[in-house]
């Protein structure tokens, strides 16, 4: 991939001329991290700058292994965690996870929107709290039913519910009073994850697909106002009561469910280690669908020398696979204009920093 002008305004910011040099050389900056490190001009805006720019290090003052980073993240350690193993303040850490994540989306939002499905699928959700148990989150992902690749996701938060002592009402209402919750998030969610199949089944060249979920009502009735999910995609409905094993038409979620539980600090049952920021859990999440999808093995069993990943069975090729890791931890960063081209609606919120807190507050 060619590097561009990083200047917004010039002609050679999004499509930079492949055949002639744009830039040239201009002298030597002396920094304490790199040392004497060259910098080039842009010949039309004259704006200045550096290969670092391009880089997921850019204007940090120390470098971060992002493979090791990532590796701690998807194996159950928390943000101290890693601050204290890479012997660094935690907000280090934070910021490092948030470039991750932008890349992370950059570059497989696109091949993603490339891939024709050639599979059904089943979408479910995952609860879990952020800030305190007064605020239950769900995450909504949208799973291959033969590869157990993650297509999607999106998340939101909702008014906690079952029963409750006096004394939690009481502190319920309290903090009811200042939150914030979007109305009909549950069934906005949904439908996004929808929109996302109704266009890739549109697409794809199978004539019928099979979606499965569990008798959630708001889903059969999402299901059935949408325009475009009919013509192509059948509802299966499975009670969210049967046994989880691979027989269940659920599996695929279940699983993914499962592995969630197992590898990220902050969804495993009786956590300390809870998100504060909703941003922040989708940096994570983002983090760790890429691990899933690109990193793991699809199924590791005894004597086996070559695994396949979830990608490859869901249709991308070793090589595409190859080229997407690589990109991911050591490519150039994308123009924004361009890495949210392929974005979903729930993934520019996402990208901009726009998802809705319960109090309205930064995390610490």
């Given at each position: 991939q060619e590097i561009y002008c990083?200047?917004?305004?010039?002609?050679?910011?999004?499509?930079?001329?492949?055949?002639?040099?744009?830039?040239?050389?201009?002298?030597?900056?002396?920094?304490?991290?790199?040392?004497?490190?060259?910098?080039?001009?842009?010949?039309?805006?004259?704006?200045?700058?550096?290969?670092?720019?391009?880089?997921?290090?850019?204007?940090?003052?120390?470098?971060?292994?992002?493979?090791?980073?990532?590796?701690?993240?998807?194996?159950?350690?928390?943000?101290?965690?890693?601050?204290?193993?890479?012997?660094?303040?935690?907000?280090?850490?934070?910021?490092?996870?948030?470039?991750?994540?932008?890349?992370?989306?950059?570059?497989?939002?696109?091949?993603?929107?490339?891939?024709?499905?050639?599979?059904?699928?089943?979408?479910?959700?995952?609860?879990?709290?952020?800030?305190?148990?007064?605020?239950?989150?769900?995450?909504?992902?949208?799973?291959?039913?033969?590869?157990?690749?993650?297509?999607?996701?999106?998340?939101?938060?909702?008014?906690?519910k079952g029963s409750m002592t006096e004394e939690q009402r009481k502190i319920k209402e309290k903090i009811y009073k200042e939150a914030q919750f979007e109305k009909g998030a549950a069934s906005e969610r949904f439908r996004e994850i929808l929109d996302f199949l109704a266009l890739k089944a549109k697409e794809s060249e199978?004539?019928?697909?099979?979606?499965?979920?569990?008798?959630?009502?708001?889903?059969?009735?999402?299901?059935?106002?949408?325009?475009?999910?009919?013509?192509?995609?059948?509802?299966?409905?499975?009670?969210?009561?049967?046994?989880?094993?691979?027989?269940?038409?659920?599996?695929?979620c279940n699983y993914i469910d499962r592995q969630i539980r197992k590898d990220l600090a902050e969804y495993i049952r009786e956590t300390v280690q809870f998100g504060r920021d909703m941003n922040n859990c989708m940096d994570r999440f983002t983090c760790y669908s890429f691990w899933h999808n690109f990193c793991k093995p699809f199924r590791i069993n005894p004597g086996k020398e070559k695994y396949k990943y979830h990608a490859q069975v869901a249709g991308f090729t070793i090589r595409s696979i190859t080229e997407i890791v690589s990109e991911v931890f050591s490519g150039?960063?994308?123009?924004?204009?361009?890495?949210c081209e392929y974005l979903t609606d729930f993934q520019r919120r996402h990208w901009e920093r726009n998802l809705i807190n319960p109090l309205a507050r930064k995390a610490v």
């Open positions: 990083p200047n917004p305004d010039c002609p050679n910011h999004k499509n930079p001329p492949l055949e002639a040099e744009w830039y040239r050389k201009k002298g030597f900056a002396n920094t304490k991290r790199s040392g004497n490190t060259q910098r080039y001009q842009c010949k039309l805006c004259k704006r200045t700058f550096a290969l670092s720019y391009f880089s997921i290090n850019h204007y940090v003052h120390r470098k971060i292994p992002v493979r090791k980073l990532l590796y701690h993240l998807v194996s159950g350690s928390g943000i101290r965690d890693m601050s204290r193993a890479m012997h660094c303040h935690p907000c280090v850490i934070q910021h490092r996870i948030r470039e991750l994540s932008r890349r992370i989306m950059a570059v497989c939002s696109q091949e993603t929107a490339l891939l024709e499905l050639n599979e059904d699928v089943a979408a479910d959700g995952l609860e879990n709290f952020i800030l305190s148990q007064y605020f239950p989150t769900y995450l909504n992902i949208l799973v291959g039913h033969d590869s157990q690749f993650i297509y999607t996701f999106n998340s939101y938060h909702f008014k906690r199978r004539s019928s697909f099979i979606l499965d979920t569990d008798e959630n009502p708001i889903y059969h009735t999402q299901i059935s106002r949408h325009p475009d999910i009919r013509d192509k995609i059948s509802h299966r409905k499975t009670n969210s009561k049967k046994a989880r094993n691979y027989q269940n038409k659920l599996f695929p150039i960063r994308k123009q924004d204009d361009v890495a």
